[in-house]
């Protein structure tokens, strides 16, 4: 088998056959199939601009975070969690925000709150977390208890207590 490697016919016929195979593979399979490959991605760009529309249609509120004039604000817990509380329908005396002071480690700032909403129902705590999360990037949300109000006619409510981390 060795011997093969020797013998000047690989080198003088079987790599220009090679070599020539190479732009009839990428005319015959590779081109059609990135041809093929964008097409589908176009489809799915098209399909994913009218579910955009659908979704700007049915809850326009959400453009309300993406003010092009508005400058870039310093995060506070307590402008936050009003800001977010208030689009989600959750009063002011519902929300309590407590936080904890700024922590450096290896060059990182952080700091912690704790965030308790009274009597809210499932629906509204989950647009409020994703909400609160979507604006702020840096935020995150490290603990979620829940407890069941027993004693209301309304059983779907609940007292929330969220522990959250921003990153400076």
């Known amino acids: 088998m060795r011997d093969i490697y020797k013998n000047p016919i690989l080198y003088y016929v079987a790599i220009p056959v090679i070599v020539g195979l190479w732009p009839l593979l990428v005319w015959a399979i590779y081109l059609p199939a ?19 529309m659908e979704i700007l249609t049915l809850d ?6 993406a003010e092009p004039n508005e400058t870039a604000t310093e995060f506070t817990y307590g402008g936050a969690v009003d800001r977010v509380a208030g689009l989600c329908d959750i009063s002011a005396g519902d929300c309590a925000v407590h936080t ?5 480690t290896r060059e990182q ?30 935020l995150q949300c490290e603990s979620v208890k829940l407890t ?3 004693n209301l006619p ?9 522990r959250f981390k921003y990153y400076y």
């Open 148 to 150: 069941k109000k027993e």
């Open 60 to 65: 326009p509120e959400r453009l309300e975070f």
């Open 154 to 162: 309304d059983n779907d409510m609940w007292d929330v207590d969220i």
């Open 34 to 52: 990135a041809q093929d490959g964008v097409t589908e991605q176009m489809d799915q760009c098209k399909r994913a601009e009218s579910v955009m």
């Open 100 to 104: 904890g002071v700024i922590v450096t």
């Open 109 to 138: 700032k952080s700091q912690t709150a704790n965030v308790n909403l009274k009597l809210v129902d499932v629906v509204r705590f989950a647009k409020f977390l994703s909400m609160i999360q979507l604006r702020w990037a840096d």
